[in-house]
């Protein structure tokens, strides 16, 4: 089972940065696409970015334009550069591989995002 291990979160003023990383156990990230999905208290986790095996991204319409998945095959890891945050990008922070869409490997603990003043 390949274990995900997410980090980099922390507590940010609106307006700053953040990058998370994304580790996994094995070589899965050159097999998979990844995602990066976010769950705010209260609410249905959900996708912000993805990255295929090509290196093509997608974006949540919330997050484009202030967020960049991108991926180090070599090194197991995805990111996730956080520009511009706000405070409704407060959020447990994970990622998965994914496949047909759809993610399908065992959640990590996540990593948790405060934007905050």
């Known amino acids: 089972q390949v274990q995900l291990v997410e980090s980099g979160g922390g507590l940010v003023q609106p307006g700053g940065s953040l990058r998370l990383s994304c580790a996994a156990s094995?070589?899965?990230?050159?097999?998979?696409?990844v995602g990066w999905y976010r769950q705010a208290l209260g609410k249905q986790r959900e996708l912000v970015a993805t990255i295929t095996i090509g290196g093509s991204t997608s974006y949540a319409d919330a997050v484009k334009g202030r967020f960049t998945i991108s991926r180090n095959n070599a090194k197991n890891m995805v990111y996730l550069q956080m520009n511009s945050l706000k405070p409704e990008d407060t959020a447990l922070y994970y990622c998965?591989?994914?496949?047909?869409?759809?993610?399908?490997?065992?959640w990590g603990q996540g990593t948790q995002v405060t934007v905050s003043s």
């Open positions: 998965n591989i994914m496949n047909l869409g759809t993610p399908f490997g065992s």
């Open positions: 094995g070589s899965i990230f050159s097999i998979y696409p």
